[in-house]
């Protein structure tokens, strides 16, 4: 058994992977880590198969759709112009993010992450085929025969039919799903369905089944950067090195050496060296080496620990979610410090604004552009007139029907092109008018600004208006 | 140069040439993925040259074996496939026949093709279908002597001048059938020259006259009242009180529209005068050509109703 050992030995340019065969275990962590998996993988592969009606647009709950330009998530409908809650989503997911990390470490990494969720169940697809850890070495050592061929040869398959379903659930939250897997599958889809599957599909095999810690360590930017966000109240998977070195190191079980008191009077300490925390490890490191980078705080091996130290009646804890100054002084860690308040003000903070913004999209937009050829024009009986153009796009699921007001302009005419009187507008359509404005001329006046209003005729929506100007010369 | 066996286990290979002594030439292969993918990308270019346009030669090119095909329409409805070598101009005739907004055009196109000019203009969809693609066949057709946005041009000089298509004022009338009519026959505008008939008081009173009409600052009243006389020579096509006679497109010469000379921008009376005795004196000569035979009855039609509402028609 190797471990990435990167606190201490200088780092080579290029080594070849060393397989990591991680042993099952079972505890506190496993059946957290096992229930986010089972959450995470409901949400992911089920939600594009929920049906969702609405009076306008598709009956997928929901639907990214890029074509007709409408984000479409239950009852919300985002349109391209308030796609801006986009980046306040994501501005939020970074602070909460922040903030988990600031508590509790690196947690993001050890249960919520996809490459973390996809590893596992790679690696539990390893286990149902092949066996646990010992079994797993014993067929990577023997040679390529029917057992290891077969073996080898299932998990793969496995892998790829999880890996295409992968890809094609991606896809599916982009075109309506029931019809996108009949079209997939006769081969109608359009090719981007089928470039984004083999993409994922391609990615998710070599991710989760090749390059699995690899990715942790070597290619993830968020390894690189998560120290900064940590302090010493900072909750870790810390191995209590007071407790399990006492003050003449680890020793294994032996004569003389198999209860507490025995331990204790050497000096040895509670670490019987079982090294079974380095063989659950996902990324294949030894947590009594100290914080390091390749630590993903998934907590197997607190489980792993805790498992040994259950059997021989010793307390839990020696491998344990503490604080760097919990480890050195026995202080509990406060939650209420500075950084933890700081991000979960602007967690928030974030938060209410991301609600705020969701809450007041307007349920119409319109813009009025002034026909600049020509920018005003004569009529017969010596008024002026100036042409605009107008865009309403009604944002809501139901129909809307308008009225135009004109204000700041004396004895102006407004008439819509195609002789309209009212602006009726289909649920979640954009309609194009052009308007004609007619005032009788003013000398010298060469400008004057105008407003156009529109009015919700069934007063659910408070008038919205727009500025613009009415030309003389 | 010479050759010694001295490739030892662990080092870098080297050819074995020697310099000077110690000067040795290492080895250092490629990797062999480079070389493959290497010999990958010479594979591409043979399948290359053979599926598409490649080769110059002699004036021409090889074309390749590649083709693209796509259904096109004539005029009565027949469809027939054509296909050709590919390129990107083949390429752009297919999408042109079959692409997603080229398919929705056509659909449109049959959906306003038998509704009247009426229905189209009921509906704010196929209105809108029709002014835009009416704007798009008039920026090709008609922008060139009627402006982009139809306002036309507006001269001292009366043949530089293209009347404006965005006021109420309508010279041949403002009917979608005569509109049709006008753009598919063109438009022959004449009025003959009167420099002949009337010259210096006569033309400058008569000219007076007609300003007055239009109820324009500045027209000296005694001069207007003697060249009222001379307006019976008008009346023929401009009518008794100068209103003009669409039937045969003599303009209305009592409201603020100028069509074919600047009298709004001229400053002074003087100016005006000027303007209009030069139109009495040399008469009106103007010809928009017939697009008949260029644009097919369904485009003019569109083009009928982008024009029409292009005032507020």
Redesign the interface.
């Known amino acids: 058994m190797s471990s990435v050992d990167l606190t201490e030995k200088e780092p080579e340019l290029y080594q070849a992977r060393e397989p990591i065969h991680p042993k099952s275990i079972k505890g506190r962590f496993r059946r957290f880590k096992t229930s986010v998996l089972v959450l995470a993988y409901g949400i992911f592969f089920l939600l594009p198969w929920l049906r969702w009606e609405r009076p306008v647009g598709p009956d997928q709950a929901v639907l990214f759709d890029i074509p007709g330009r409408r984000f479409y998530l239950f009852d919300l409908v985002i349109h391209p112009q308030d796609i801006f809650l986009l980046a306040g989503f994501l501005i939020l997911a970074a602070w909460l993010l922040f903030f988990v990390t600031g508590l509790v470490g690196r947690a993001f990494c050890g249960y919520f992450c996809f490459q973390t969720l996809w590893t596992d169940l790679f690696m539990k697809v390893e286990y149902w085929v092949q066996g646990d850890r010992n079994k797993r070495l014993k067929l990577e050592k023997q040679p390529w025969n029917f057992e290891k061929w077969g073996k080898k040869g299932l998990t793969f398959l496995i892998w790829s039919a999880i890996a295409f379903w992968t890809g094609f659930s991606f896809a599916a939250y982009w075109a309506d799903a029931p019809q996108l897997f009949a079209a997939f599958f006769t081969g109608h889809a359009v090719s981007a369905a089928y470039i984004t599957t083999g993409i994922l599909m391609l990615t998710t095999l070599v991710a989760a089944g090749f390059a699995r810690e690899q990715v942790c360590i070597y290619m993830c930017p968020y390894a690189r950067f998560q120290s900064v966000m940590f302090d010493k109240e900072t909750l870790l998977v810390s191995y209590d090195v007071h407790r399990g070195e006492g003050s003449s190191g680890r020793k294994p079980l032996q004569k003389g050496l198999m209860t507490l008191e025995e331990r204790h009077a050497l000096g040895t300490g509670d670490c019987i060296d079982c090294k079974l925390c380095v063989q659950v490890c996902p990324t294949g490191i030894d947590i009594r080496d100290g914080l390091q980078l390749a630590c993903i705080s998934c907590g197997l091996c607190i489980d792993a620990c805790n498992e040994i130290m259950t059997k021989r009646g010793w307390p839990e804890g020696l491998i344990r979610y503490a604080s760097e100054q919990e480890i050195e002084t026995g202080e509990k860690p406060s939650l209420l410090k500075f950084r933890t308040i700081g991000y979960g003000i602007a967690t928030i903070l974030v938060t209410g604004a991301l609600i705020y913004g969701l809450l007041s999209i307007k349920p119409a937009d319109f813009s009025v552009r002034q026909i600049r050829q020509p920018l005003f024009v004569m009529m017969s009986d010596g008024s002026i007139q100036n042409n605009y153009e107008m865009k309403i796009n009604n944002k809501t699921q139901k129909p809307m029907d308008l009225r135009l007001d004109l204000e700041g302009l004396r004895g102006a005419e407004v008439s819509i092109g195609g002789g309209f009187t009212d602006l009726k507008i289909p649920a979640d359509q954009t309609r194009n008018y052009r308007i004609h404005v007619r005032a009788p001329a003013v000398s010298g006046v060469g400008r004057q600004e105008i407003t156009f209003k529109l009015v919700d005729a069934q007063g659910r929506m408070a008038p919205i208006s727009q500025e613009s100007s009415f030309n003389y010369k | 140069m010479s050759q010694t066996p001295e490739n030892k286990k662990g080092q870098v290979e080297t050819t074995g040439h020697v310099w000077d002594g110690d000067l040795r030439e290492y080895n250092n292969p490629l990797p062999r993925w480079w070389l493959w993918a290497f010999y990958g990308t010479i594979v591409f270019a043979v399948v290359y040259w053979i599926l598409y346009p490649a080769w110059p030669y002699a004036g021409t090119f090889t074309k390749g074996i590649e083709t693209v095909s796509f259904t096109v329409q004539d005029k009565d409805g027949k469809t027939s496939t054509v296909t050709e070598h590919w390129n990107s101009r083949a390429l752009f005739n297919k999408d042109m026949e079959s692409s997603p907004s080229a398919l929705a055009q056509k659909e449109w196109l049959a959906k306003v093709k038998d509704m009247s000019f009426a229905q189209i203009?009921?509906n704010?969809d196929t209105?809108?279908f029709a002014?835009s693609m009416g704007h798009a066949l008039f920026g090709d057709h008609c922008a060139a002597c009627h402006?982009?946005?139809?306002?036309g041009v507006l001269s001292v000089n009366p043949d530089g001048s293209y009347p404006?298509l965005?006021?109420?004022?309508w010279i041949h009338g403002d009917s979608y059938e005569k509109i049709v009519s006008d753009i598919t026959n063109g438009i022959h505008g004449n009025m003959p020259a009167f420099g002949a008939l009337f010259k210096g008081e006569k033309l400058n009173d008569l000219a007076q006259y007609v300003l007055s009409l239009s109820h324009q600052e500045g027209v000296n009243e005694e001069a207007a009242n003697r060249g009222k006389a001379s307006f019976a020579t008008c009346a023929g096509c401009h009518g008794a009180n100068g209103q003009g006679n669409q039937m045969i497109g003599a303009p209305?010469l009592t409201?603020?529209?100028w069509d074919f000379v600047d009298v709004?921008g001229a400053k002074t009376i003087d100016e005006k005068v000027k303007l209009v005795e030069g139109v009495i004196d040399h008469g009106l000569q103007h010809q928009m050509p017939k697009f008949g035979d260029r644009l097919s009855p369904e485009q003019i039609r569109l083009l009928a109703v982008y024009v029409r509402?292009l005032?507020?028609s």
């Open positions: 203009a009921a704010p209105l809108n002014t402006g982009t946005g139809g306002q404006n965005t006021d109420n004022n209305n409201d603020k529209v709004p509402q005032g507020g």
